[in-house]
């Protein structure tokens, strides 16, 4: 039954006026943080109040907007459970790292990180319109005195201008949709000078813990800098309300193109049916399921997390029993900075030299037949692009695959500068990926 998404607004709200309510700037200057304000709302349990009492406690700050998606008389409730933080929170755990993907490793510049050969994530600012209790960033994320900073900017642009090979910015923190209107245009507009980037993401939850925030102009303005792709951040149907779904409407309007980008959280959204509506939901308001994260090893988030089993067992009850849209990948961010790693059911059982043997959904068992004339030295031949301008030779070559990596002027100064030992100072470790090479897939050279 297909039932229609709607607004709510928690009972001590009703008397604010509408254009107040639908203010992000007064969403984001009422929101809650003291253990007095969100008990006002919400009765809290002793965990949560415990919580809230305890000096030093990572961020807390939820918009009057997102608090009323909560059922007040629902302690479990998946939406409290991930901005109003328990006492388990305060638990340290052995296997808990502070920066557990090692960003900071991978960062040639201050919040950069430059973990793969063709795409960098920046992280532009430290703040949140709500700080989920699980997150990867606790590190740096919530600092209020760390907010964008224009000379490390300066830096993350110069270094950008630099790496040729760089095609696809994805812009992180924090929450790129809460700077400054100004700041975020010139963000995007100082980014769109650089002719080998390709395509810019924005990774925001401001649409689903502000979606007041996503206004005409904000979309219209963000339409200049196309292409221009956007995640959002959703993990239970109940965070897809009326306003979200219109602020979805709103940016796709405009040509950009939705993914979902979901953590798998015990209490949360550990169940094949809670996961199946939600991913069924995000496809009729146009947003596509990208990622389903496995919980990260990150401090006072142990709580949150789920066996990897849970996450297979969750894909298994995805894939054939709803729309292939519908289906995110599966993913472990390696602790040590590894990168994503997919991890998927296994639908192959067997593979000969001449057939495979597979399941399906249902457990039906059936067998692909391989050719027997293959040719890998006949595989179609990459010739390039023939699209570049003068001044882009680099693209060229890296496209060719003649090179994987150009050192740009002034990168191991910048990298002694800071003390970081970057993996890109090791070139060989950017060969064998191989795009574009003169290799075939059998790995003989021709
Ligand atoms: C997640 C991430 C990206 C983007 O990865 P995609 O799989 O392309 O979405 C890029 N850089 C870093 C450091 C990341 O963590």
């Not at 009492?53 to 991930?82: A, C, K, M």
């Not at 692909?368 to 060229?396: C, H, I, M, N, W």
């Amino acid at each position: 039954m297909k039932t229609e998404f709607v607004s709510k607004r928690a009972k001590p709200y009703a008397d604010v006026p509408d254009e107040k309510w639908n203010d992000w700037r007064w969403q984001l200057s009422n929101r809650l943080n003291t253990v007095d304000e969100i008990g006002e709302i919400i009765p809290l349990t002793e965990s949560e109040r415990k919580a809230l009492q305890t000096q030093g406690l990572f961020r807390v700050d939820i918009t009057p907007y997102f608090i009323s998606l909560i059922d007040p008389d629902d302690p479990e409730d998946p939406v409290r459970r991930q901005v109003i933080p328990r006492a388990e929170e305060l638990q340290a755990f052995t296997a808990m790292m502070e920066d557990s993907l090692a960003e900071d490793r991978h960062s040639p510049v201050p919040g950069l990180v430059h973990r793969y050969p063709d795409r960098v994530l920046m992280l532009v600012t430290t703040q949140c319109a709500s700080y989920c209790r699980y997150c990867t960033r606790s590190r740096i994320v919530g600092d209020p005195h760390q907010t964008f900073k224009r000379e490390e900017f300066e830096m993350q642009i110069e270094y950008l201008k630099r790496t040729p090979q760089v095609r696809d910015v994805l812009l992180s923190g924090g929450d790129p949709l809460v700077l400054a209107p100004k700041i975020l245009e010139e963000l995007l507009s100082r980014l769109r000078e650089i002719p080998h980037i390709e395509i810019i993401r924005i990774g925001s939850r401001v649409p689903v813990f502000m979606p007041m925030r996503v206004t005409q102009e904000l979309c219209d303005m963000l339409a200049k800098y196309h292409p221009l792709w956007m995640n959002i951040h959703v993990n239970h149907s109940n965070e897809i309300s009326k306003e979200l779904a219109e602020a979805c409407d709103r940016l796709t309007r405009v040509g950009i193109p939705l993914g979902n980008q979901s953590v798998l959280l015990a209490g949360v959204n550990d169940n094949v049916h809670i996961q199946r509506q939600l991913v069924q939901d995000l496809v009729r308001i146009r947003v596509r399921p990208y990622y389903l994260y496995q919980c990260d090893l990150v401090e006072g988030a142990g709580h949150f997390r789920t066996p990897v089993a849970k996450g297979i067992e969750i894909m298994e009850g995805l894939r054939g029993h709803t729309s292939g849209y519908a289906v995110p990948q599966y993913i472990i961010d390696a602790p040590g900075g590894g990168g994503k790693i997919p991890v998927m059911p296994n639908y192959l059982l067997s593979m000969s030299d001449h057939k495979i043997i597979l399941r399906n959904y249902e457990g039906y068992i059936a067998t692909y037949e391989e050719p027997t004339d293959y040719l890998p030295s006949k595989a179609a031949k990459f010739k390039g692009v023939k699209r570049v301008e003068a001044g882009q030779e680099g693209l060229v070559s890296l496209l060719e695959g003649k090179e994987m990596f150009i050192k740009p002027e002034g990168f191991d100064e910048l990298h002694n500068r800071h003390g970081i030992q970057h993996r890109l100072k090791n070139e060989e470790k950017w060969k064998p990926l191989g795009i574009g090479s003169e290799e075939s897939a059998d790995g003989t050279k021709e």
